[in-house]
């Protein structure tokens, strides 16, 4: 049987070329993912990450082979490396965003102590994608991703495409099943496959499919695709219980669709047999060679003339680019942080489709968007070059990795098969769209351009529109992949005037959007500022082109798309504003504008009563909850009667927030917080840990830059500067898990205010 373990623990790290003699002593203990240099978050130069260095891993196997094969499998390395076993040469990869695998097998000390070597080249490699040309972005060395070991029988399942077909009418599945026979005489098989609904143990069921039987001939690769009809699914006969099962709830959990409020996953276990006693109908299946589980969703997403559609239902497209860097960790980012990610995409800043700009992103970051219902536009690795045939052909082999790894996301809508705000090249493109439409014939391709009218080969016209506006489209089905951006950067330390309209720029672009019928939507550039190439940027190597900054603290326009959120969800009210005198240019804070998904709100000064005021539909006539922009609030230069203002939000005639602003913004308190109050003991785990100077009603003070000191006792170290000078009044750390379990205490200490502490259990 397969058996798939973590291979991150106990790895050795030299950040040389180490020639074979290097003693391990020489070397540093790890656990992956890694990063292959820790940096500051920024004023660092790229050329610091460029190295090429040593991973080691002894191991003896942690389970007997039999007759098994033995691979690894790395989910990313950045960006070329060669892998050796035991002195033996297994192979290169090429590539630094897609996953790569070495059967292990011939080489194996089966009983005995085995070496794994990586040599990794993690240099800006002219002839591997997205480099040749310039590029805005950085692209971090190490084994940033998991790596695992994997155990299959010599006859296995080498991939599985679930294919969901015509959901809202008769709704199918079409499985492809790729068997591989690394035998050398032909195999007799059967299958077996098993459809579950993953989310709740309510609704757990199985749908059993018998397959077979089916011959691979040795050393080759069969595929086969099994189909169960909608008869079938929907049949609630062919369902055997597992738990609990009671018909009525089946009947309502047949067939649940995925979308963005109901993420319903199913799975589907393929399961191979061998031996079957044919003859004998009481034998059971044979023996068990293999299982595979595969999660998938039953959804229809369709780019049409006149916009998107989820399962026949139109929605409008509102959405962020995201890169997949952190500060100091580089691109290294467990689990915990990826998912993280996801969540504020979804959750604290509303939006409903993310692009991985502009690279396959990580498989935890996808899972995630699978679970909580965010759609995915991913793309192949590049930025505007595009180099000779070989370069292509690495390219080529990008489309094909990402497509397999990811095609059995539901939250995956589009394929970016251009290299981003590329060129036109006919042949090349041409191969790109035919080869992501024949790996997965169900889903559209795009391919990011910024300009109109050049050659469209692709299904959808993804666009970057800098205009400042949304153009018209000259394509259809059309959508905005990115806008704003270097237009207009800004820091949360910027001033007030700035951070509002860099909002408000964004609150244009979506509002005018989604008033246009043949755009499907919008992705601004971009969710988190990030860091970037000394062509780019404002000279620290930060590109400060987030609605978030490279915490995923939010500025302004982050709370303009947290807005957007449905006041069931949560309830939004926040002022863009310090509410001080002199900030802005001419002193006041005319006009305040207020992002909420409130319907109306009230603002006071002291006691005085300044109005009831209603969101601003007349510049904002399309947006799920327009700002409000509230004229003639006083506050006049000078004078001393000056108090505190309070902003209530109302929904339906009901109080629902409220907003204090504190006259004298006086520093009261370090606030600390972490993420998450539980870590895994795994030497890898992360959370983040936000630190924050406020006034005494919670508001962030952002010229505030005193330096924070930090102690930490137990399990776990602290990753970042320390001390840390905040960064418009807020910064964040990131806390790591040691191996062992216990209490980790954090206490951070900044001159004239309380000490502030959090607590976490490691275990
Ligand atoms: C685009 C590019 C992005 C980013 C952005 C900044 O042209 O695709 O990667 O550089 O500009 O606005």
């Known amino acids: 049987?397969?058996?798939?373990?973590?291979?991150?623990?106990?790895?050795?790290?030299?950040?040389?070329?180490?020639?074979?003699?290097?003693?391990?002593?020489?070397?540093?203990?790890?656990?992956?993912?890694?990063?292959?240099?820790?940096?500051?978050?920024?004023?660092?130069?790229?050329?610091?990450?460029?190295?090429?260095?040593?991973?080691?891993?002894?191991?003896?196997?942690?389970?007997?082979?039999?007759?098994?094969?033995?691979?690894?499998?790395?989910?990313?390395?950045?960006?070329?490396?060669?892998?050796?076993?035991?002195?033996?040469?297994?192979?290169?990869?090429?590539?630094?965003?897609?996953?790569?695998?070495?059967?292990?097998?011939?080489?194996?000390?089966?009983?005995?102590?085995?070496?794994?070597?990586?040599?990794?080249?993690?240099?800006?490699?002219?002839?591997?994608?997205?480099?040749?040309?310039?590029?805005?972005?950085?692209?971090?060395?190490?084994?940033?991703?998991?790596v695992h070991l994997r155990y299959v029988e010599p006859v296995h399942i080498a991939d599985v495409f679930v294919r969901p077909k015509t959901v809202l009418t008769t709704p199918g599945l079409e499985i492809d099943v790729t068997l591989r026979n690394q035998a050398d005489t032909p195999q007799l098989i059967?299958?077996?496959?098993?459809?579950?609904?993953?989310?709740?143990?309510?609704?757990?069921?199985?749908?059993?499919?018998?397959?077979?039987?089916?011959?691979?001939?040795?050393?080759?690769?069969?595929?086969?695709t099994i189909i169960i009809d909608s008869g079938t699914l929907l049949n609630l006969d062919s369902w055997s219980p597992n738990i609990n099962h009671d018909v009525s709830e089946l009947a309502d959990a047949s067939l649940r669709l995925w979308s963005l409020d109901t993420p319903n996953l199913y799975g589907v276990t393929i399961e191979v047999f061998k031996d079957r006693q044919r003859n004998d109908p009481a034998s059971n299946l044979g023996k068990h060679s293999d299982s595979v589980y595969t999660r998938f969703g039953f959804r229809e997403a369709q780019f049409r003339d006149d916009g998107f559609y989820l399962n026949g239902e139109k929605i409008k497209l509102i959405g962020l680019n995201h890169h997949q860097t952190y500060p100091s960790i580089g691109a290294a980012a467990p689990k915990r942080l990826q998912e993280k990610d996801a969540d504020i995409i979804k959750y604290e800043l509303g939006c409903n489709i993310v692009r991985t700009s502009h690279y396959p992103q990580s498989p935890h970051f996808l899972r995630r968007c699978d679970e909580i219902g965010l759609l995915v536009f991913e793309e192949i690795p590049g930025w505007q070059f595009i180099g000779d045939e070989d370069w292509q052909g690495i390219s080529l082999r990008d489309v094909e990795a990402m497509i397999t790894r990811d095609r059995n996301h539901p939250s995956i809508v589009l394929w970016g098969v251009r290299i981003n705000e590329s060129l036109d090249n006919t042949a090349f493109y041409t191969r790109t769209n035919a080869l992501a439409h024949q790996l997965d014939p169900t889903r559209q391709t795009g391919g990011v351009r910024f300009w109109q009218h050049s050659e469209f080969?692709?299904?959808?016209?993804?666009?970057?529109?800098?205009?400042?506006?949304?153009?018209?489209?000259?394509?259809?089905?059309?959508?905005?992949?990115?806008?704003?951006?270097?237009?207009?950067?800004?820091?949360?330390?910027?001033?007030?005037?700035?951070?509002?309209?860099?909002?408000?720029?964004?609150?244009?672009?979506?509002?005018?959007?989604?008033?246009?019928?043949?755009?499907?939507?919008?992705?601004?550039?971009?969710?988190?500022?990030?860091?970037?190439?000394?062509?780019?940027?404002?000279?620290?190597?930060?590109?400060?082109?987030?609605?978030?900054?490279?915490?995923?603290?939010?500025?302004?326009?982050?709370?303009?798309?947290?807005?957007?959120?449905?006041?069931?969800?949560?309830?939004?009210?926040?002022?863009?504003?310090?509410?001080?005198?002199?900030?802005?240019?001419?002193?006041?804070?005319?006009?305040?504008?207020?992002?909420?998904?409130?319907?109306?709100?009230?603002?006071?000064?002291?006691?005085?009563?300044?109005?009831?005021?209603?969101?601003?539909?007349?510049?904002?006539?399309?947006?799920?909850?327009?700002?409000?922009?509230?004229?003639?609030?006083?506050?006049?230069?000078?004078?001393?009667?000056?108090?505190?203002?309070?902003?209530?939000?109302?929904?339906?005639?009901?109080?629902?927030?409220?907003?204090?602003?504190?006259?004298?913004?006086?520093?009261?308190?370090?606030?600390?917080?972490?993420?998450?109050?539980t870590l895994h003991a795994d030497g890898a785990d992360m959370t983040r840990l936000v630190f924050r100077i406020t006034d005494r009603y919670g508001n962030r003070l952002p010229f505030t830059d005193q330096v924070v000191s930090f102690e930490i006792d137990g399990p776990a170290q602290l990753i970042g500067a320390n001390p840390f000078a905040l960064i418009g009044g807020q910064a964040a750390l990131y806390i790591k898990a040691g191996h062992k379990p216990g209490t980790v205490t954090v206490r951070a200490v900044t001159p004239r205010l309380d000490p502030a502490s959090v607590t976490l259990t490691i275990q």
Request: hydrophobic share 35%; aromatic share 12%; net charge negative.
């Open 190 to 224: 059967d299958i077996w496959a098993a459809l579950e609904h993953c989310q709740s143990a309510r609704y757990q069921a199985k749908l059993d499919v018998d397959y077979g039987p089916v011959t691979i001939p040795a050393s080759e690769e069969t595929r086969i």
């Open 1 to 146: 049987m397969r058996s798939v373990l973590n291979f991150n623990q106990d790895w050795l790290y030299l950040p040389e070329d180490a020639a074979a003699k290097r003693p391990d002593s020489d070397f540093e203990a790890i656990t992956l993912p890694h990063t292959n240099i820790v940096l500051p978050y920024h004023n660092f130069d790229n050329a610091e990450y460029q190295f090429i260095s040593t991973y080691r891993k002894h191991f003896r196997l942690p389970e007997p082979r039999t007759d098994r094969r033995v691979y690894v499998d790395f989910d990313g390395a950045m960006i070329a490396c060669t892998v050796s076993l035991n002195g033996h040469v297994l192979g290169d990869h090429e590539g630094g965003f897609t996953p790569f695998s070495f059967d292990l097998t011939d080489y194996l000390n089966e009983d005995g102590d085995n070496l794994l070597t990586v040599r990794l080249d993690s240099t800006e490699r002219p002839d591997i994608p997205p480099y040749g040309g310039v590029v805005d972005y950085l692209t971090f060395g190490g084994i940033y991703r998991d």
């Open 457 to 677: 080969l692709e299904d959808v016209y993804t666009f970057n529109d800098f205009s400042n506006d949304v153009q018209e489209p000259v394509q259809t089905p059309h959508m905005v992949t990115e806008f704003n951006g270097h237009m207009f950067p800004t820091k949360s330390f910027d001033q007030e005037e700035r951070m509002v309209e860099h909002a408000l720029r964004h609150a244009r672009i979506q509002d005018k959007q989604m008033g246009m019928e043949r755009v499907s939507g919008a992705i601004g550039w971009c969710a988190f500022d990030y860091n970037t190439h000394k062509e780019f940027g404002s000279g620290d190597r930060i590109c400060y082109h987030g609605v978030m900054d490279i915490f995923r603290l939010p500025k302004y326009a982050g709370y303009f798309y947290e807005s957007q959120i449905d006041p069931s969800h949560h309830v939004v009210l926040r002022a863009a504003t310090l509410y001080a005198r002199g900030e802005r240019s001419v002193g006041g804070i005319d006009p305040l504008v207020i992002f909420s998904n409130c319907d109306e709100i009230e603002v006071y000064q002291g006691t005085a009563f300044k109005g009831k005021f209603t969101p601003d539909r007349e510049q904002f006539p399309n947006l799920p909850h327009a700002p409000f922009v509230i004229t003639g609030i006083e506050m006049k230069w000078g004078s001393h009667d000056y108090v505190d203002m309070r902003l209530v939000g109302f929904i339906d005639g009901k109080q629902v927030a409220e907003q204090l602003f504190d006259h004298r913004s006086l520093p009261a308190r370090l606030e600390l917080r972490a993420d998450d109050d």
